[in-house]
Structure formats: C-alpha cells, structure tokens
C-alpha cells in the first residue's frame, strides 16, 4: 500500500507561484510514476503531470510551459513547481502514483493522495 501526504498548497496571486510537494511511502515499485492532478467543484480530476522514476515527464495541455514536475528518488518527494499562476488555476490539487506512467497520465491512478487546495486571487 501506498500513502501520498501533500504539501505546499495556499493562497497566491495571479502571476505568482507555489510549489507542491507530495511525499510517498511504502514499496517504492507501486509509485515508480508520481504525478498531479486538479479538481473544481462539479468537474472530473483534471490530469496535469507525472514524473517517472526514471525522469520521464508528460503534462497536460493546460500547464505546458507553466507548471514544471520534478521528483527526488532519494526522498521519494514529487514536486509541482506551478508559475505564472492564474485564477482559473484555483482548485484542489491532488497526488497520484502507480506502477505504470501510462495509467496516471490517462486515469485511474493506483494511489490519491488527500488533497491540497489552491487559491489564486486576481
């Protein structure tokens, strides 16, 4: 089994950033890939990045060229690096790990973490 614990959520402004961090424990095979995504309230979980053990990176359409993903092996952390931030960006951010990149860029993912909410103010 697989625990995720998010960090980092808040508030900032539009154009700021904030950086999540998601720090995982148990058989490190079960989180070879970490990634994020985002929900508001009546919308599905939006997929926005994973990282591979490896170093692998996908993103979602939405935060290509803002958000930056990023993982310390040695701390079994995942990191959300999110810039340019913008009021639509305003949700809860959730944590995700699985075996396979494949099944947390395109959903379900093994593991959720708890959540984190962000809010940007305009």
């Known amino acids: 089994q697989v625990q995720l614990v998010e960090s980092g959520g808040g508030l900032a402004q539009a154009g700021g950033s904030l950086r999540l961090s998601c720090a995982a424990s148990g058989p490190f095979f079960l989180f070879n890939a970490m990634g994020w995504y985002r929900q508001t309230p009546g919308q599905q979980r939006e997929f926005l990045a994973v990282?591979?053990?490896?170093?692998?990176?996908n993103y979602g359409d939405s935060v290509k060229g803002r958000f930056t993903i990023s993982r310390d092996n040695a701390k079994n952390t995942a990191y959300l690096q999110m810039n340019a931030l913008k009021p639509e960006d305003t949700a809860v951010y959730y944590c995700?790990?699985?075996?396979?990149?494949?099944?947390?860029?395109?959903?379900?993912?093994?593991?959720w973490g708890q959540g984190t909410q962000v809010t940007v103010s305009s």
């Open positions: 995700a790990a699985d075996p396979r990149i494949n099944d947390v860029v395109h959903g379900p993912p093994q593991y």
């Open positions: 990282v591979h053990r490896g170093g692998s990176t």
